[in-house]
């Protein structure tokens, strides 16, 4: 069992930047790939950004490359997304998971990841 709870979220002008943290609680935090998600209202649930359990591998939606990165602390239990360039689309609520992906093309999938956050709300005014 993984508990995750995800903190950083806020209003920033479009431009700005936040750093989003997910803190997990349990022993096997390190076992598990990380992804962060993100929905905006009347909007489907899209993949931003995840992570392999070693921080080896990385992958980013192709609207957030270039201005998101993704990294973890295995020794916090802590995974972060540091945003950048923020644009007023970004706004949304970021989730973060945990799971373990077979592949490299699951990481992409909400169904690749068994435990979620319950969100942070990310609000970019122009």
Same mark, same amino acid.
């Given at each position: 069992?993984?508990?995750?709870?995800?903190?950083?979220?806020?209003?920033?002008?479009?431009?700005? +930047?936040?750093?989003? +943290?997910?803190? /997990?609680?349990?022993?096997?935090?390190?076992?598990?790939?990380?992804?962060?998600?993100?929905?905006?209202?009347?909007?489907?649930?899209?993949?931003?950004?995840? @992570?392999?359990?070693?921080?080896? !591998?990385?992958? &980013?939606?192709?609207?957030?490359?270039?201005?998101?990165? @993704?990294?973890?602390? !295995?020794?916090?239990?802590?995974?972060?997304?540091?945003?950048?360039?923020?644009?007023?689309?970004?706004?949304?609520?970021?989730?973060? /998971?945990?799971?373990?992906? @077979?592949?490299?093309?699951? &990481?992409?999938?909400?169904?690749?990841?068994?435990?979620?956050?319950?969100?942070?709300?990310?609000?970019?005014? +122009?």
């Amino acid at each position: 069992q993984v508990q995750l709870v995800e903190s950083g979220g806020g209003l920033v002008q479009a431009g700005g +930047s936040l750093r989003l +943290s997910c803190a /997990a609680a349990g022993r096997t935090f390190s076992l598990y790939a990380m992804g962060w998600f993100r929905q905006a209202p009347g909007k489907e649930r899209e993949f931003v950004a995840a @992570i392999s359990w070693s921080g080896g !591998n990385t992958y &980013y939606a192709e609207s957030v490359k270039g201005r998101f990165t @993704i990294s973890r602390d !295995n020794a916090k239990n802590t995974v972060y997304l540091q945003m950048n360039s923020l644009k007023p689309e970004d706004t949304a609520v970021y989730s973060c /998971a945990a799971g373990q992906p @077979i592949s490299g093309g699951d &990481y992409y999938y909400t169904k690749a990841y068994k435990y979620w956050g319950q969100g942070t709300q990310v609000t970019v005014s +122009s």
